[in-house]
């Protein structure tokens, strides 16, 4: 069993940035890889970034790619989701995901990879 507990979500205007934060527990932290996801009202949950058990992997939507980064902090067994040049159709729930992985390097990109999720934090970017 994996806990995961979101933070860092909140309202910011476009252009801005924030920082979400993803503690996990339960399981060795380099047991599993990571990833975040988000939700907007009235459409399905989408991949965002995934980061490998060794964090010398990533991956990004092509909506994020290049204005987020994702990154993992084994002392203090967390996750980050840095996200830059924020738009309006930023504005998504969103959740942090932990699935573990046999292989240091193996990345997990789709909803349905991940056995534990978080309870989501509302981002909210204004125009």
């Known amino acids: 069993q994996v806990l995961l507990v979101e933070s860092g979500g909140g309202l910011v205007q476009a252009g801005g940035s924030l920082r979400l934060s993803c503690a996990a527990s339960?399981?060795?932290?380099?047991?599993?890889?990571m990833g975040w996801f988000r939700q907007a009202p009235g459409k399905e949950r989408e991949f965002v970034a995934a980061i490998s058990r060794n964090g010398l992997r990533t991956s990004y939507a092509d909506s994020v790619q290049g204005r987020f980064i994702i990154s993992r902090d084994y002392n203090k067994n967390t996750v980050a989701l840095q996200m830059n040049s924020l738009k309006p159709e930023d504005t998504a729930v969103y959740y942090c995901?932990?699935?573990?992985?046999?292989?240091?390097?193996?990345?997990?990109?789709?909803?349905?990879?991940?056995?534990?999720w978080g309870q989501g934090t509302q981002v909210t970017v204004s125009s």
């Open positions: 995901a932990a699935d573990p992985t046999p292989l240091p390097n193996q990345l997990r990109v789709g909803v349905y990879e991940y056995d534990y």
């Open positions: 339960g399981r060795p932290f380099s047991s599993i890889s």
